[in-house]
C-alpha cells in the first residue's frame, strides 16, 4: 500500500500534519509520499499542476494500491485525482481510497475563501496575483490567479460516484476556511463517501488522535512492529 499526504496551500510536504501521519505510519512498515506542490515555484501553482505531481509521483512506484491523504487545497486535489486516474494507471498503482481533511472541494467556484471575498478575487484577477502568507517560508509570498482560475475547471460536484473510490471526510464545524454545509451538501447522497463533522477548526489538531484511530480501523492496518 502506497500512501500520500497532499498538502493545502500555503503549506508544505515539511507540515505538521505531514510529520504527525509519517511518524504515526512507521510502525506499520509503511512510508508516507509528501509532493511539495511550492515546487517548482509557488506563483505558478495550479491545481492541473499538482495533480500532475500526484500522478507522476505515483506512475513512479511499484504495483500496488494507492491512497490519497488530503488536506484543505490538498483534498481538492486528492478529489480530482482520483477521479482521472487513467485506465492504466488504475491497473497497477490504482487510487482505492481517500482521506480527506477539511477539504475545499468548493475551491474556483466559491467566491468566498476564508477572509477573501468576491471583491477580493476581482482584485487577484485584476492583479495577476494574490499575496498571502506563507506558512512553510515563514513570509509573504506571491501565488498567481491562475490557481482560482485553472480549479473552475474542476467541479467536484459533477464527479460521478462511479468516478471516485472509497472516501472518508473529517471536517470541523468551526472552520472558517471551509464550509461545513458544502461538505455535507457535497456528500449527501454519495454512497461511498463517508464525512465526520468533528467539533474543531480548520486545522482539525484536536481530532488529530481520533482521526487516527479511524484511520486505521478503515484501511485494516495492521502493526509490523
Known sequence: ??????????????????????????????SLHCPDFNEPDFLGLTTSRMIGQVEEAIARLPPGPVVLIGSSLG??????????????????TPIERLVLLAPALDFGTNRRMGDLDADGIDRWREAGYLEIFHYAFGETRRVG???????????????????AP??????????????????????????????????????LHDSLELIWRRVVEWLELEDGA
Request: charged share 20%.
Open 1 to 30: 500500500m502506497h500512501l500520500f499526504y497532499l498538502h493545502g496551500l500555503a503549506s508544505s510536504a515539511g507540515s505538521m500534519k505531514a510529520a504527525w501521519l509519517a511518524e504515526r505510519l512507521e510502525p506499520f512498515g509503511l
Open 75 to 92: 483534498g481538492f486535489v486528492a478529489w480530482h485525482a482520483a477521479a482521472r486516474q487513467s485506465a492504466a494507471a488504475a491497473g497497477r
Open 145 to 163: 490567479y491562475g490557481l482560482y482560475a485553472d480549479a473552475a475547471g474542476y467541479d467536484s460536484f459533477a464527479v460521478q460516484d462511479s468516478e
Open 166 to 203: 472509497p472516501t472518508v471526510i473529517f471536517q470541523g464545524r468551526r472552520d472558517d476556511t471551509v464550509d461545513p454545509v458544502m461538505v455535507e451538501r457535497f456528500a449527501r447522497g454519495r454512497a461511498a463517501v463517508d464525512v465526520h463533522l468533528l467539533d474543531d477548526d480548520h486545522q
